[in-house]
Structures are given as structure tokens and as C-alpha cells.
């Protein structure tokens, strides 16, 4: 029998839209820190002996750079990782510009065709960093000037490294300075690669001095290219992370948002989540915070989503889990779903719910879950087109398509549909990586990025994530793009 939730079902939707911002997106904005949530897999990425994390497009690798670069947020992720309470922190790159603090893209470009190496540009960020921190100087009236003084002053800058060191060391505390974003500091694979390896490389020279340390947030297909061909590369690689989410995360995430809306609509949804759990979440300073069990994979957390959507996705089990459906559905072609696609189809079937089945007896209509999936499609290839802009125009001739299908097929309609073909995917912004093998590497390339799958018999897929927002059919899947 179903259990009464006391809570209205249509106060219940309007509340997950409300606790669910409408884009999940972070531009370098500090955290709200009610919407807090570190995932076991996480913690590692965020220690300091952490150098390299990698993570796909919406997994929180902007996020925990702002978190890092945030005082009161540093403290709150202190009660799981305790350095970081004793940790002051630089940005040094990010998607939130700091000319004061590292060169942008333009000037990164601008120093490197004056004969700048990367190297001594990177040393040059830690050198403005560490003068702040025990009260010197150096040039700063423009980037090269201090890239100048770094290249002409190898001693000075050594003692500099030494008493930053020791600086730290008698306060008791620690410094970490956080690179993230680097895609953005070249439109050409090479000239990035460079730029990265020679950070990575500046990154194992600070390892040198024990209170001093960096941590470098990279994109997969980044991480993948020869940027550690260099010697003792493999004490970097030895500290690497990667930022993944299990399910039962991307649903502990939700309810914490959820039991964090704001006014009425917080406690609409902490007493759902009383019902359901037999207790409130517990409350920690100006927050709420859920219990450890309910955090996991069981009866409890699968309890919660039920409550919002029911048993089955239509009128019996045949038509799949909600809890596990919701979740399945929004993941990639390696099988990784991203809290932004997962966060941004529940508020979109909360919405469409709200519209379509104001009668529905669950806050979430199992074809508006369906629906939602539509939207996180649509936001996930809008993303796509930011990161990858040749996937788009790739994609595009394959609208209306079957899948799965023999990779003829797809090969057929771009050498048919594709204007200009291979040769104009190579004009872009870091074009497809094994362009020089033609349409079979181009294909890995997919793959790589989660959009292609190889089914066993050879032929290719789509998972949903993609499929929906490029267009393309399946039978008896959820409805593509049109």
C-alpha cells in the first residue's frame, strides 16, 4: 500500500523546482554551501597530495575549484578533509578571469609568440602568488615583466620558493594554488598540450617544498594526450583522481538539495523525507544535512524517490524502476550519468508534471521522468557544442537515423551530408584528436567522449544522454529531438 505523504502533491513539485536552480552550471560563483554535497569518490580529488583530477563536461570540476577558493566553503568540506582547515588557496587559472592573478588566454598567447615558454609563464603565476604571501614584489606591471624577472632571476625566485615554505611552515598552515579550465588557453591541440605539460611540470617542482601545493583539474580527452613525457611524470600520475558519480550520490545530492529549498519549500520536502526516513535530516549550522544511510544505495534512499515517482515507469514493472530508470537513461556511452544532466531532468519533470498531470497522484509523472530526459539531452548537446564545437556539425547529418546501426551508415551520411567533410571539422577549436585516420578515427573520438557506443555485434549506438538532443531514433526509446 502506499504510504500518505502528508505533504500536497502539487506543493511537492513547485518545491523540487524551486530547490533545483535552473541551470546547475558554475561560472566560478562561490557555492552554496547548503548544496554541499562530497561524494566518497570526491574526497581524494580534494586532499592536497591530490595533484591531477580528472573529470567529463558537469561532474564538479569548476565547482570544487570555487569551493577550494572559498574560505567559509573550505571550512564547511574541512570536517571530511581536515588539511583543508589549516589551507590557504590561489586560483591559479579558472574560468572566472584574475588578470592580477594569471594571464588569460589572449595574453597566455600573446607571451608565447614573444618567445615566452609555458614553463617560466607557470612560474611566473606561482612567483605573483607567493611575493603576496610574505609581503615582497616583483614587476607586475604586465605579465611579461614578472615572466622577465622569473627567466633572469633563478636565485632570487628559489629563495622566494624557500621563504613561502617557511612562511606556511610557521604558521602552521598550508598553500594550494588550483588550476582548472585549461582548455581555454589554446584553440590548437599542440600549443595546449605544451601549455599543460609544462604546468604539470611546475606542479612537480612545487613538490619540492612540503607546505606548497597544486592541484590541476583537466577534461578526459586532455589527461589522455601525451602531456607526461617527462621525467618523474609518474609522481603526478601516482596522486591522479577522477571525479565520478555513483547513483545512489546523484541521488543523496538531489534530496540534499531538496531538503535545503528555501522557505515553505524546504519544509515540504523535510517532511516527505521524514515520512519516508522516520526522522529529519539533520540540521548542521544553516543547513540540513542528510543521514549517512540515506546517502547510500537501500531501502531508504530508493524509499525517497518513490515517494516522488512511484513504483514503475508506466502502469507495472515491465516498464522499468523509476530510482534506477531516472538515473540510467542520463548516462553516457561509458555508463556515467553527471549531476547537471540528473539534477536538470528531475526539475524538468517536476515542471512538466505540474503541467500535464496536475491529477497525477506522484509529484513526477513517469512520462514527464521520460520528458526530462528530453530536456537534459538537449542542455547535454548544447554543452557539447561549447566544449567540442565539431561535434555538432558531425552530428547533424544524422539526425533521423536509426540506431543501433552499422557504422556504413553512419559513415555514408557524413561523406553524403557533411559539407566539406573531414576538412571542415579541422578548421575548429580543437578538432576531433585522431582526425588523421579519417572517419574511423574520428568515431573513436566519439567514443572517447561518451556520445558512440559499439554495440558486441560491431554496430553503433547512442545512449539516450545524446541520442534524444542529435535527433536520432530508437525503437521503442524515448522520443528524439525534432
Not at 16 to 31: D, K, R, V, W
Given at each position: 500500500m502506499k504510504k500518505r505523504i502528508m505533504c500536497d502533491v502539487q506543493r511537492i513539485r513547485q518545491a523540487?523546482?524551486?530547490?533545483?536552480?535552473?541551470?546547475?552550471?558554475?561560472?566560478?560563483?562561490?557555492?552554496?554551501?547548503?548544496?554541499l554535497y562530497l561524494p566518497p569518490a570526491h574526497v581524494k580529488a580534494l586532499r592536497l597530495d591530490c595533484n591531477l583530477v580528472i573529470g567529463a563536461r558537469g561532474v564538479g570540476k569548476s565547482f570544487w575549484t570555487a569551493a577550494l577558493g572559498s574560505r567559509e566553503v573550505r571550512a564547511s568540506l574541512g570536517t571530511s578533509v581536515h588539511e583543508l582547515e589549516r589551507t590557504d588557496v590561489r586560483i591559479g587559472f579558472g574560468v572566472t578571469p584574475?588578470?592580477?592573478?594569471?594571464?588569460?588566454?589572449?595574453?597566455?598567447?600573446q607571451l608565447m609568440q614573444s618567445g615566452s615558454e609555458p614553463?617560466?609563464?607557470?612560474?611566473?603565476?606561482?612567483?605573483?602568488?607567493?611575493?603576496?604571501?610574505?609581503?615582497?614584489?616583483i614587476p607586475k606591471a604586465a605579465w611579461c615583466d614578472s615572466v622577465s624577472w622569473v627567466q633572469e632571476n633563478p636565485e632570487?625566485?628559489?629563495?622566494?620558493?624557500?621563504?613561502?615554505?617557511?612562511?606556511?611552515?610557521?604558521?602552521?598552515?598550508l598553500g594550494l594554488i588550483v588550476f582548472d579550465a585549461l582548455d581555454r588557453t589554446s584553440s590548437d591541440w599542440r600549443t595546449m598540450?605544451?601549455?599543460?605539460?609544462?604546468?604539470?611540470?611546475?606542479?612537480?617542482?612545487?613538490?619540492?617544498?612540503?607546505?606548497l601545493h597544486a592541484k590541476v583539474f583537466l577534461r578526459e580527452d586532455q589527461s589522455a594526450r601525451t602531456i607526461t613525457d617527462f621525467p618523474d611524470a609518474s609522481k603526478l600520475l601516482a596522486t591522479k583522481a577522477e571525479l565520478?558519480?555513483?547513483?545512489?550520490?546523484?541521488?543523496?545530492?538531489?534530496w540534499q538539495m531538496l531538503?535545503?529549498?528555501?522557505?515553505?519549500?524546504?519544509?515540504?520536502?523535510?517532511?516527505?523525507?521524514?515520512?519516508?526516513?522516520?526522522?529529519?535530516?539533520?540540521?548542521?549550522?544553516?543547513?540540513?544535512?542528510?543521514?549517512?544511510?540515506?546517502?547510500?544505495?537501500?531501502?531508504?534512499?530508493?524509499?525517497?524517490?518513490?515517494?516522488?515517482?512511484?513504483?514503475?515507469?508506466?502502469?507495472?514493472?515491465?516498464?522499468?524502476?523509476?530510482?534506477?530508470?531516472?538515473?540510467?537513461?542520463?548516462?553516457?556511452?561509458?555508463?556515467?550519468?553527471?549531476?547537471?544532466?540528473?539534477l536538470a531532468a528531475i526539475r524538468a519533470a517536476a515542471e512538466d508534471s505540474l503541467e500535464q498531470y496536475p491529477d497525477h497522484e506522484y509529484a513526477l509523472h513517469y512520462e514527464s521522468i521520460k520528458r526530462g530526459v528530453q530536456t537534459a539531452s538537449e542542455i547535454r548537446v548544447a554543452e557539447m557544442a561549447e566544449d567540442y564545437p565539431w561535434v555538432t556539425p558531425l552530428m547533424h547529418p544524422l539526425r533521423g537515423l536509426t540506431v543501433p546501426c552499422d557504422f556504413d551508415a553512419v559513415q555514408s551520411r557524413w561523406g553524403e551530408l557533411s559539407p566539406g567533410g573531414l576538412r571542415s571539422a579541422s578548421d575548429l577549436r580543437l578538432p576531433p584528436q585522431h582526425l588523421?585516420?579519417?572517419?574511423?578515427?574520428?568515431?573513436?573520438?566519439?567514443?572517447?567522449?561518451?556520445?558512440?557506443e559499439t554495440m558486441k555485434d560491431g554496430r553503433v549506438n547512442l545512449p539516450d544522454l545524446y541520442r534524444v538532443g542529435f535527433g536520432l531514433g530508437r525503437r521503442g526509446g524515448v522520443k528524439p529531438i525534432t
Open positions: 523540487i523546482i524551486e530547490a533545483i536552480p535552473l541551470t546547475t552550471s558554475n561560472h566560478g560563483e562561490t557555492p552554496d554551501r547548503q548544496h584574475d588578470i592580477a592573478a594569471f594571464p588569460d588566454g589572449a595574453s597566455l598567447s614553463y617560466a609563464i607557470w612560474r611566473a603565476v606561482l612567483a605573483r602568488w607567493l611575493t603576496g604571501v610574505v609581503g615582497e614584489d632570487p625566485l628559489a629563495r622566494l620558493m624557500e621563504r613561502a615554505n617557511q612562511h606556511f611552515l610557521d604558521d602552521h598552515r598540450d605544451g601549455i599543460v605539460r609544462d604546468l604539470l611540470r611546475v606542479v612537480l617542482w612545487l613538490k619540492s617544498y612540503p607546505c565520478t558519480w555513483a547513483p545512489h550520490d546523484l541521488h543523496g545530492l538531489m531538503c535545503n529549498a528555501p522557505n515553505e519549500h524546504g519544509a515540504c520536502m523535510r517532511e516527505v523525507y521524514r515520512e519516508v526516513v522516520g526522522a529529519l535530516p539533520d540540521e548542521h549550522g544553516s543547513g540540513w544535512r542528510l543521514a549517512e544511510d540515506v546517502k547510500r544505495d537501500g531501502v531508504k534512499q530508493r524509499g525517497l524517490f518513490e515517494a516522488l515517482s512511484g513504483l514503475w515507469m508506466g502502469r507495472d514493472r515491465r516498464r522499468g524502476v523509476p530510482y534506477v530508470w531516472s538515473v540510467s537513461h542520463l548516462a553516457d556511452g561509458r555508463g556515467r550519468t553527471s549531476p547537471r544532466s540528473f588523421e585516420r579519417g572517419w574511423p578515427g574520428v568515431r573513436d573520438d566519439l567514443e572517447r567522449l561518451g556520445i558512440f
